[in-house]
């Protein structure tokens, strides 16, 4: 079955890349993880004003939510603990989500349907872990079951798979069949962060050991080629 090929994949290569309670993709030392956090705040407020709804009318869902960071992110925007839940397959990540935030509900994810009662499902770095496109076509299938008419899948992720799942390019607006785009920009890996600190090679020399040549290198990448896309999109 393809939710046992997923579940698989997923509990194998995250066995080796943040096992049990590791937190891996901590932004105060990761250059990469810190554009990629800001990006993401940018782009879920961006997308909260574009929803019909009022914030306290949203019920949140948060797939592949890991130890909850992306999900607290919701508490910044202005929502109550109750209004949020994260489902991952890691029993590990799951245990340390409900340690940082216990009055957020988490739970451990099977790879089956998703629970009813959200109209608003969030993925953020999920599709660019999975390797074979039919469990992204599966994940994306899953999404659109288990939310109402109006509900809203909030997307970011890169535009290709990790390295690790074939660096396949994603077309998520393909996957997402039924749903219509509200919003949508794609983003440079460090598009969120000042500009003085990029020309100066700041986030390379202060963040990862980088050189500033390096970073001036990724820096012109991320203004060709946008590694990163954030969508918000409705289901008809």
Not at 8 to 23: A, F, K, M, V
Not at 28 to 35: A, I, M, N, Q, T
Not at 49 to 75: H, K, T
Request: proline share 5%; charged share 20%; net charge neutral.
């Amino acid at each position: 079955m393809a939710s046992d090929r997923l579940v698989g994949q997923i509990l194998n290569d995250y066995n080796t890349l943040e096992p049990g309670q590791s937190d891996s993709w901590n932004p105060v030392g990761s250059k990469y993880e810190l554009g990629y956090r800001l990006n993401l705040f940018y782009a879920l407020a961006r997308s909260l004003q574009f929803i019909e709804p009022p914030l306290r009318d949203l019920r949140v869902l948060d797939l592949g939510c890991g130890n909850g960071r992306s999900a607290r992110m919701y508490l910044d925007m202005g929502l109550r603990p109750e209004q949020i839940s994260g489902l991952d397959l890691r029993p590990g990540a799951v245990e340390l989500a409900r340690k940082l935030n216990p009055a957020i509900q988490w739970a451990l994810y099977d790879g089956g349907a998703l629970p009813l009662g959200h109209n608003w499902v969030s993925t953020t770095t999920v599709f660019s872990s999975v390797e074979a496109h039919e469990s992204r076509q599966e994940i994306a299938g899953r999404i659109r079951d288990g939310l109402p008419s109006g509900g809203y899948a909030f997307y970011y992720d890169f535009r290709r798979t990790n390295a690790f799942a074939g660096r396949e390019l994603i077309n998520p607006q393909l996957l997402f069949s039924g749903f219509e785009l509200v919003w949508g920009q794609r983003l440079g890996r460090f598009a969120s962060v000042p500009m003085r600190d990029r020309v100066r090679g700041l986030m390379a020399s202060g963040l990862g050991g980088d050189s500033k040549t390096a970073s001036v290198r990724e820096m012109v990448g991320d203004m060709l080629a946008p590694s990163h896309e954030a969508l918000l999109l409705r289901k008809a």
